[in-house]
């Protein structure tokens, strides 16, 4: 099968397809704009499969371009960041990084065209007045009383502005379109407005900043984009977008299509809260691993193979529908069942004494990476007289479901021997600390000769050689699939978002985890370690996803 027919169908490139059927373009072009004022989200990754994607699909070029319009919330570590996320996801953009702010000049020259032309007035109204001039869905807008002033007069206005003999809010740049249309943002929108806010790239060369609908369109005809790719939400200021293009000199014509955004449940998705749970301390920062932010899924141990395919699956559509989280969490488990290398950890620990095994004693057995992958190769772990298993695997009475260590009944210790329970310690509250066993010592990699098999597997670590760590296990941030409905998110955080665990126990070879890259934990779930430790050494686990999907069987 060709790589053509391999390829996702979605309208999109049904269009791209017939583009370059009909020769209207004969390469792809596309681009993804960013605006640098906070971290990208699990939203953005759909957006970059899908521009980047296309282009790989179709040997074009997608470039990475910051809509660097609006200094005074944009900050050079988020482009940084979102560098970063592309990178992380798979991509690379075409050439250099792109910034709407390199084109300043052209667009001032664009804006001076619209003047010259007629098309563009400067505006003395003020905030409260544009709003009430524009009218409302219902009722028409009215004209502004500085829309007839001449030419001449609009060019010394909008070279005060350009030159700082304004202030702020004083005036505005405003396209002359028509006050009455049905569409508000043909409503003589603001294109140009007094900002003295140092930007990132440019210093303080400039003190008028270009509105987005007017930079947006005009930065993709500079670059030669082909296909325009935006979520829904702007849907109706393609009429704007096209508007300018049709009015000024532009180098190409670009045409800007919209697909449905990605909502995801038990997430917020508006950049704008996601700052208030950072800026309030509500999560650690952008890169908390509950956030949707796709730092966060890689610190928690997301790959990205695992949102590739997520994007994948949902599809790109004009429909607005919310996906589930379990489509997403499919997704990783499906990922890490085939490619994490697996090893033990003991979260709730309590002794295990094998009594018949020799004091001084110590074996270094050979344990598989991966079950079924030999490629991963082995391991080397340590055991001894005592080692640490789950208190949850132990009782001392049990029916028949329970397939742990019960008084007088075998189990398998994983990777190693058959061990049954004789009798156990308790703390003053009644809580078991200790276990004692036996173990049979010709069951190392076989069952017992005498045909009894052991009812179940557990998994263990050495006592002695074991090391201590931290384990964080994180759930959705919010308790309501859909929290943006909510008046007030605040109160439906999910306080046991985050748990943690401190006296983990886990097996030596855990000592060399590298941050971001899960691995399971055998029978817990998969774990990776955490990018961001403060003490070194230090050995803390955040939890990726568990083994199950708890969530449905809660719902049920």
């Given at each position: 099968?060709?790589?053509?027919?391999?390829?996702?169908?979605?309208?999109?490139?049904?269009?791209?397809?017939?583009?370059?059927?009909?020769?209207?373009?004969?390469?792809?072009?596309?681009?993804?704009?960013?605006?640098?004022?906070?971290?990208?989200?699990?939203?953005?990754?759909?957006?970059?499969?899908?521009?980047?994607?296309?282009?790989?699909?179709?040997?074009?070029?997608?470039?990475?371009?910051?809509?660097?319009?609006?200094?005074?919330?944009?900050?050079?570590?988020?482009?940084?960041?979102?560098?970063?996320?592309?990178?992380?996801?798979?991509?690379?953009?075409?050439?250099?990084?792109?910034?709407?702010?390199?084109?300043?000049?052209?667009?001032?020259?664009?804006?001076?065209?619209?003047?010259?032309?007629?098309?563009?007035?400067?505006?003395?109204?003020?905030?409260?007045?544009?709003?009430?001039?524009?009218g409302t869905l219902n009722k028409p807008g009215k004209n502004s009383p500085y829309r007839e002033t001449s030419i001449a007069d609009n060019l010394a206005l909008f070279a005060k502005m350009k030159n700082g003999e304004v202030k702020e809010g004083e005036c505005a740049l405003r396209a002359k379109i028509d006050m009455s249309s049905s569409f508000i943002c043909l409503r003589d929108p603001i294109i140009y407005r007094v900002r003295f806010a140092h930007h990132h790239q440019t210093g303080d060369k400039w003190c008028i900043y270009p509105m987005y609908d007017f930079t947006h369109c005009l930065s993709d005809a500079i670059e030669g984009i082909t296909h325009s790719i935006c979520t829904l939400e702007f849907q109706d200021n393609r009429r704007l977008y096209d508007w300018v293009i049709e009015n000024v000199s532009v180098p190409s014509t670009p045409h800007q299509y919209e697909f449905s955004r990605l909502n995801l449940e038990y997430t917020l998705m508006s950049k704008r809260k996601?700052?208030?749970?950072?800026?309030?301390?509500?999560?650690?920062?952008?890169?908390?691993?509950?956030?949707?932010?796709?730092?966060?899924?890689?610190?928690?141990?997301?790959?990205?193979?695992?949102?590739?395919?997520?994007?994948?699956?949902?599809?790109?559509?004009?429909?607005?529908?919310?996906?589930?989280?379990?489509?997403?969490?499919?997704?990783?488990?499906?990922?890490?069942?085939?490619?994490?290398?697996?090893?033990?950890?003991?979260?709730?620990?309590?002794?295990?004494?094998?009594?018949?095994?020799?004091?001084?004693?110590?074996?270094?057995?050979?344990?598989?990476?991966?079950?079924?992958?030999?490629?991963?190769?082995?391991?080397?772990?340590?055991?001894?007289?005592?080692?640490?298993?789950?208190?949850?695997?132990?009782?001392?009475?049990?029916?028949?479901?329970?397939?742990?260590?019960?008084?007088?009944?075998?189990?398998?210790?994983?990777?190693?021997?058959?061990?049954?329970?004789?009798?156990?310690?308790?703390?003053?509250?009644?809580?078991?600390?200790?276990?004692?066993?036996?173990?049979?010592?010709?069951?190392?990699?076989?069952?017992?000769?005498?045909?009894?098999?052991?009812?179940?597997?557990?998994?263990?670590?050495?006592?002695?050689?074991?090391?201590?760590?931290?384990?964080?296990?994180?759930?959705?941030?919010?308790?309501?699939?859909?929290?943006?409905?909510?008046?007030?998110?605040?109160?439906?955080?999910?306080?046991?978002?985050?748990?943690?665990?401190?006296?983990?126990?886990?097996?030596?070879?855990?000592?060399?985890?590298?941050?971001?890259?899960?691995?399971?934990?055998?029978?817990?779930?998969?774990?990776?370690?955490?990018?961001?430790?403060?003490?070194?050494?230090?050995?803390?686990?955040?939890?990726?996803?568990?083994?199950?999907?708890?969530?449905?069987?809660?719902?049920?």
């Amino acid at each position: 099968m060709s790589d053509a027919e391999n390829r996702p169908t979605n309208f999109i490139r049904n269009i791209i397809d017939a583009d370059l059927a009909s020769g209207k373009h004969t390469s792809v072009q596309t681009r993804f704009p960013p605006e640098p004022n906070g971290f990208l989200h699990i939203g953005h990754a759909k957006a970059i499969c899908l521009s980047f994607g296309i282009a790989q699909d179709y040997n074009g070029k997608c470039n990475l371009r910051f809509d660097d319009t609006n200094p005074e919330k944009e900050d050079i570590d988020y482009v940084h960041a979102i560098q970063k996320d592309v990178l992380w996801l798979g991509f690379e953009w075409a050439g250099e990084v792109r910034y709407s702010s390199n084109y300043f000049e052209q667009l001032h020259g664009f804006a001076i065209e619209l003047i010259e032309k007629g098309l563009a007035y400067v505006c003395f109204l003020t905030a409260d007045e544009t709003r009430e001039y524009r009218g409302t869905l219902n009722k028409p807008g009215k004209n502004s009383p500085y829309r007839e002033t001449s030419i001449a007069d609009n060019l010394a206005l909008f070279a005060k502005m350009k030159n700082g003999e304004v202030k702020e809010g004083e005036c505005a740049l405003r396209a002359k379109i028509d006050m009455s249309s049905s569409f508000i943002c043909l409503r003589d929108p603001i294109i140009y407005r007094v900002r003295f806010a140092h930007h990132h790239q440019t210093g303080d060369k400039w003190c008028i900043y270009p509105m987005y609908d007017f930079t947006h369109c005009l930065s993709d005809a500079i670059e030669g984009i082909t296909h325009s790719i935006c979520t829904l939400e702007f849907q109706d200021n393609r009429r704007l977008y096209d508007w300018v293009i049709e009015n000024v000199s532009v180098p190409s014509t670009p045409h800007q299509y919209e697909f449905s955004r990605l909502n995801l449940e038990y997430t917020l998705m508006s950049k704008r809260k996601l700052n208030t749970l950072v800026e309030e301390n509500l999560v650690e920062g952008w890169d908390d691993p509950r956030m949707p932010t796709i730092a966060g899924f890689r610190r928690r141990g997301y790959t990205p193979a695992s949102i590739r395919e997520f994007t994948k699956r949902i599809g790109v559509t004009k429909m607005e529908n919310t996906i589930e989280m379990s489509v997403l969490e499919a997704c990783i488990r499906e990922d890490l069942n085939d490619n994490a290398s697996r090893a033990m950890a003991v979260l709730a620990p309590i002794k295990l004494v094998i009594e018949n095994y020799p004091e001084d004693k110590s074996e270094d057995l050979v344990v598989k990476n991966h079950p079924s992958d030999e490629s991963q190769g082995t391991r080397i772990v340590p055991f001894s007289k005592e080692l640490y298993i789950e208190a949850e695997d132990f009782r001392e009475e049990a029916n028949k479901k329970y397939k742990r260590l019960v008084i007088d009944k075998a189990v398998r210790l994983r990777g190693a021997y058959v061990v049954t329970a004789t009798r156990c310690d308790k703390d003053d509250q009644g809580n078991v600390t200790t276990v004692y066993c036996t173990y049979n010592e010709d069951t190392l990699g076989k069952n017992p000769t005498d045909g009894t098999k052991p009812k179940g597997v557990i998994h263990w670590v050495d006592a002695a050689k074991s090391l201590d760590a931290t384990v964080r296990l994180y759930d959705r941030l919010f308790t309501v699939a859909n929290p943006a409905a909510e008046d007030d998110f605040h109160a439906v955080i999910n306080p046991d978002s985050l748990i943690e665990i401190t006296g983990v126990k886990v097996e030596p070879s855990l000592a060399d985890a590298k941050a971001e890259i899960a691995v399971q934990f055998e029978r817990q779930g998969y774990f990776c370690l955490d990018n961001d430790i403060k003490e070194p050494g230090a050995l803390i686990f955040n939890r990726t996803v568990g083994l199950r999907d708890t969530w449905a069987k809660i719902s049920k």
